[in-house]
């Protein structure tokens, strides 16, 4: 009996070490950016770690008012390719975190 406590106060101690690591990596994620392109470098995204829109770039050239669309475009497509990149620095992040062990099949951290 008294050893399954022991085994308890372990895996409580492990919990808050999780915790503590999880909440760093909140932290350091609004300092991380990663930029996302389209249009060959004439739409730029930025986003944080958290997904957080920081800047955006738009090459002069793109501004008249008959390119709107592909304008819109463009943008969006930068913002995809920043999350691309946003969610991949978070997995590999979290799986450094974790030491390896795997989540299971449709969880993703941070939740």
């Known amino acids: 009996m008294f050893k399954d406590l ?15 690591k999880m909440q760093a990596m909140q932290e ?9 392109v389209s249009g060959a ?3 730029s995204v930025t986003l944080n770690g958290r997904g957080e829109m920081k800047g955006v770039s738009i090459d002069p050239s793109m501004l008249k008012a008959d390119e709107k669309e ?3 475009d463009l943008i969006t497509a930068a913002h995809n390719d920043a999350k691309v990149k946003v969610e991949a620095y978070v997995q590999e992040k979290t799986q ?5 062990m795997k989540l299971p099949d449709g969880m993703k951290l941070p939740f």
């Open 96 to 100: 450094e975190m974790m030491g390896g």
């Open 70 to 72: 592909i304008l819109e």
């Open 28 to 36: 350091e994620l609004m300092d991380v950016t990663h930029m996302g």
């Open 41 to 43: 470098g004439m739409v």
């Open 6 to 20: 022991g085994n308890l106060g372990k895996m409580m101690k492990q919990a808050q070490e999780m915790q503590n």
